[in-house]
């Protein structure tokens, strides 16, 4: 099964708005990423958080990590048109495995 | 830097064929990684690369090998195409702390 599920699974917003991605796992993890995926394309990194980050932010992205809930969040600020992509969030897990494993992904459709 | 490339971008195989998808970087990275990614869903983990000369396998190996003689290359090998195996696979690569990975722009292969 994966490490990593993301809530909602879809999320349809208007331009302007917030959106709010979760993101939760199952083992101690090393970092925690956050990924786009426009469609049909690859996938482009959008953030990294530590184990011993608890936020973190770049332009209007907002990402939080609670280990204690083995649970993460991703806040995309005033969202626009070109928002609409697939999210995903990957984490390393804690052992020495060197395994990175994606979430199920966030479908997020932004409004004009 | 031509990043992570990838070929080729279509390919249809018949069941019981073998072929292998070719993945390159130019940027020097000692990780390199295979996904797959059926519709709707997120990226499985198939094998890992943490430097020339070692492998390890991901969440679903079977059916795929692969081998890492140099830096730049990570060839994926499908020993016996099944009707299963009809997804998009993607290559990544990153650096050795595994933190911001590299995606290359996919292939689709279908089986018949």
């Known amino acids: 099964s994966q490490q990593g599920e993301e809530d909602p699974q879809a999320l349809s917003i208007q331009e302007g708005e917030n959106a709010t991605m979760n993101c939760s796992y199952k083992t101690s993890i090393n970092n925690l990423q956050w990924y786009r995926q426009n469609s049909g394309r690859g996938l482009v990194h959008l953030i990294l958080?530590?184990?011993?980050?608890r936020e973190k932010h770049s332009g209007r992205l907002r990402v939080t990590l609670d280990t204690s809930k083995k649970s993460s969040s991703l806040l995309i600020t005033a969202s626009r048109a070109a928002d609409t992509a697939s999210y995903f969030c990957?984490?390393?897990?804690?052992?020495?495995?060197?395994?990175?494993?994606f979430g199920s992904g966030t479908r997020l459709l932004v409004r004009p | 830097n031509a990043g992570v490339t990838q070929t080729p971008k279509f390919q249809v195989l018949k069941t019981g064929q073998s072929m292998t998808l070719q993945c390159a970087q130019d940027m020097n990275h000692e990780y390199m990684s295979w996904y797959r990614q059926d519709p709707g869903m997120g990226l499985r983990l198939i094998h890992y690369s943490v430097g020339a000369g070692i492998t390890d396998q991901g969440e679903v190996p079977n059916g795929y090998n692969v081998s890492r003689s140099t830096t730049e290359d990570f060839p994926l090998r499908l020993l016996s195409a099944a009707p299963s195996q009809t997804s998009v696979y993607f290559c990544a690569s990153g650096k050795a702390e595994i933190n911001e990975q590299f995606f290359g722009p996919g292939t689709r292969l279908t089986v018949l």
């Open positions: 990957a984490t390393l897990r804690m052992d020495s495995s060197y395994k990175l494993i």
């Open positions: 958080i530590r184990s011993n980050e």
